[in-house]
């Protein structure tokens, strides 16, 4: 006997009116933000002026030995250096249109959806990709775009400030100069490619421990040094150090780290640079970043191992120019049939890069960034 069915288009069908939104990470920028001197994304905003421009300054601190006794001080005083920075802000926007008809059939609100998900790529791609791509710039330039002389005049002008490898066992690779040599006496590319598990994987105990203590030793050693975050109340200076999930799995296989976590939650509780899932080393917060990409830097390395960046920051390492906050807007369309819902802001990320030579803008440096390169050896 055969048993009667009913077509497809005449089943009972029923539908979640809930939806649910891929996970994205809360912008893990956003405690590092504020418009003082002492925080590690200086915002600049301006929402009343009508301009393109937005510039940061910076006051150099005096280095002359002053006069002593009766020494005469008119006609010594010593000359306050000024720097700038100026950053150019655009709009950035995106949207979504949704018809009549589809929310009609639809069992979810569409709109509400559109509205829901443009606030996340605000937040994702708007403010925190853009944030690791400025991290990762070479002078302004998108790393991946940057040719390679471009790549060696940035090292060489910031070879006092970024390191490649180095273990418990083996120092990092030597660079042709670790002082700024005003022309391309370093190579990027070469560099890395140098890198291998022995001397800048961190398989071993104390391995990620040296190589963090040694990237903050040669921050505080840079001319100018890559200033720490002061922490109110606390009396005490740090470094925010950003890591992808496998750097960190590295940084959690490293015993000596691990073991010194023991009761840093506790002593960290009104640190307000200190977050849940941070690790503290050597006067550096160690905070993992999701979007933290090592797909720049996959074919480097000998035998083309993976390797990846770490961004040790210190004060004024990145400008957040705002000209407009985010605002939605919306719009109809053919004859109300189309809703759009946008989204949009005039604004600019960009890392603080200031002179060091004879001029203003001559030689310019990363200000408050310390860069380092090790070899992966998580694989998931």
Known sequence: MTNSTAADGLKVQKWDAKFFKEYIQE?????YMGTSSNSIIQIKEDTVKRYQTITFALVNKLSGAGVTGSSTLEGNEEDMTSRSFAVTVDKLRNAVRVAEMEEQISAIDLRKA????????????????????????INGVAYGSATATQQDAWLDANADRVMFGGTAAAAPV???????????TNDL??????LTVANAGWDTEGDAAAFLSRLRRKALAANPKVRPIRVEGMNQRYFVV?????TMADIKNDKKITDAQVGVALKQQNNKLFKGGDLEWDGMIIHEVDNLSTVAWATAGAASIP???????GAQAIGFALAKRWRSVTESFDYKDKKGVAIETIDAIEKMIFG????????????????GYHALISTI
């Open 27 to 31: 912008n893990p920028f956003k405690p």
């Open 114 to 137: 559109a509205k829901e998900t443009l606030k996340d790529w605000a937040m994702e791609i708007g403010a925190q990709n853009r944030i690791l791509t400025a991290l990762s710039d």
């Open 174 to 184: 030597a660079l042709a100069t670790d002082a700024p040599a005003g022309g391309a």
């Open 189 to 194: 590319s070469a560099t890395l490619t140098d």
């Open 242 to 246: 950003f890591v992808c999930p496998k």
């Open 307 to 313: 390797l990846a960046p770490v961004y040790l920051c």
């Open 356 to 371: 060091t030579g004879a001029n203003d803008t001559d030689t310019t440096k990363d200000h408050g960034v310390a860069t």
